[in-house]
């Protein structure tokens, strides 16, 4: 059975930092583009961050680029966002999403909120 296990969320203040975990139980893992999404409350849950398989590159959703950095460790099956310099907009549910071909699963979220 596929898990993704998502952790480090938590409360921090504006201009801090967070890094996000995604523990993936889910054989071949180097081979799926791991993403992380964000859901805040009254809005549709968006991309934040994706590195393809076998971390051959990234892409991130222009409001965080230059302030999270998404890497993966393959041989933990672990995926992570550092996020730093963190503003209120940032405030939501983190998902982690492992995606192949037409086949994807979704983590259970970690809630950031950005608050003084």
């Known amino acids: 059975q596929v898990q993704l296990v998502e952790s480090g969320g938590g409360l921090v203040q504006p201009g801090g930092s967070l890094r996000l975990s995604c523990a993936a139980s889910?054989?071949?893992?180097?081979?799926?583009?791991m993403s992380w999404y964000r859901q805040a409350p009254g809005k549709e849950r968006e991309l934040v961050a994706t590195?393809?398989?076998?971390?051959?590159?990234?892409n991130y959703e222009d409001s965080v680029k230059g302030r999270f950095t998404i890497s993966r460790d393959n041989a933990k099956n672990t995926v992570y966002l550092q996020m730093s310099s963190l503003k209120p907009e940032d405030t939501a549910v983190y998902y982690c999403?492992?995606?192949?071909?037409?086949?994807?699963?979704w983590g259970q979220g970690t809630q950031v909120t950005v608050s003084s």
């Open positions: 999403n492992a995606a192949k071909g037409v086949t994807d699963f």
């Open positions: 889910i054989s071949f893992f180097s081979s799926y583009d």
């Open positions: 590195i393809t398989s076998y971390g051959r590159s990234t």
